[in-house]
């Protein structure tokens, strides 16, 4: 079974979760799409939920499906947010922002009772930190917040490259107006330290560090779904 296939097994069993009447939180990229995907499918077959997206790619796949959306402010509270991630551990400690939506993402998670994330198995890892660590930040005094970052990086345990996210050769700017600067730090051995020294940095927005979010996963692999709660 290809990778896309999983991620829409992964996506099908998050989905067995969703009850009529429920205020989700639709997350961003390739598997959370597979989720909105086959939700549409449902609330055309006459399934009544409403959907607060998690970026703008979201918004335009969701109401292309016909479902009813909503912002946190007309609804602050939600019942469930289903999204991907980039890896997580057996803790359900999460790296997000491969997609670049990591700011509205942890801003919707944290609006929401449950948190449920959709993967591969491949996403699971030992210690996170394979993954290139994604860190919103300001674009006004971008070195002088990067230098900060790897000061943050040094004092958690972790070192690495820091680089500016680039797409189609100029800086990529987010859905809140902000750039991403990408750690590559091959492990993060104190994740929770990491999240601290990052909140402290002024020019930081928001990083891809989510602790405490996840209440259960659903991975996919080529045995079937393993759900880690
Ligand atoms: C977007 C994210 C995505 O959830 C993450 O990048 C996983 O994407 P995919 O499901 O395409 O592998 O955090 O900001």
Redesign the pocket.
């Given at each position: 079974m290809n990778v896309d296939a999983l991620?829409r097994e992964a996506a099908a069993a998050a989905l067995e979760l969703v009850e009529p009447g429920m205020r989700l939180g639709l997350?961003?990229?390739?598997?959370?799409a597979h989720f909105v995907d086959l939700l549409g499918q449902k609330v055309r077959a006459g399934f009544d939920v409403v959907g607060i997206p998690t970026s703008e790619a979201t918004h335009v796949q969701a109401e292309k499906a016909g479902i009813r959306l909503t912002t946190l402010d007309e609804t602050p509270e939600l019942d469930l947010t289903v999204?991907?991630?980039?890896e997580l551990d057996s803790r359900l400690r999460l790296i997000?922002?491969?997609?670049?939506?990591?700011l509205r993402?942890k801003i919707v998670a944290n609006a929401s009772t449950r948190m449920v994330v959709i993967?591969d198995a491949a996403k699971k890892v030992d210690v996170l930190g394979a993954f290139p660590l994604p860190i919103e930040v300001v674009p006004f005094g971008l070195e002088s917040t990067r230098r900060c970052i790897v000061k943050a990086m040094i004092a958690a345990g972790c070192d690495g490259a820091v680089t500016l996210r680039l797409k189609d050769g100029h800086a990529l700017v987010t859905d809140g107006g902000h750039f991403i600067l990408d750690a590559a730090l091959g492990r993060i051995p104190d994740p929770e330290a990491l999240a601290l020294g990052l909140s402290a940095i002024p020019g930081v927005v928001e990083h891809g560090l989510f602790l405490g979010l996840a209440s259960d996963a659903f991975l996919a692999g080529p045995s079937g779904i393993e759900r880690i709660s």
């Amino acid at each position: 079974m290809n990778v896309d296939a999983l991620k829409r097994e992964a996506a099908a069993a998050a989905l067995e979760l969703v009850e009529p009447g429920m205020r989700l939180g639709l997350g961003t990229g390739s598997t959370a799409a597979h989720f909105v995907d086959l939700l549409g499918q449902k609330v055309r077959a006459g399934f009544d939920v409403v959907g607060i997206p998690t970026s703008e790619a979201t918004h335009v796949q969701a109401e292309k499906a016909g479902i009813r959306l909503t912002t946190l402010d007309e609804t602050p509270e939600l019942d469930l947010t289903v999204d991907g991630a980039d890896e997580l551990d057996s803790r359900l400690r999460l790296i997000k922002g491969g997609g670049a939506a990591l700011l509205r993402e942890k801003i919707v998670a944290n609006a929401s009772t449950r948190m449920v994330v959709i993967a591969d198995a491949a996403k699971k890892v030992d210690v996170l930190g394979a993954f290139p660590l994604p860190i919103e930040v300001v674009p006004f005094g971008l070195e002088s917040t990067r230098r900060c970052i790897v000061k943050a990086m040094i004092a958690a345990g972790c070192d690495g490259a820091v680089t500016l996210r680039l797409k189609d050769g100029h800086a990529l700017v987010t859905d809140g107006g902000h750039f991403i600067l990408d750690a590559a730090l091959g492990r993060i051995p104190d994740p929770e330290a990491l999240a601290l020294g990052l909140s402290a940095i002024p020019g930081v927005v928001e990083h891809g560090l989510f602790l405490g979010l996840a209440s259960d996963a659903f991975l996919a692999g080529p045995s079937g779904i393993e759900r880690i709660s």
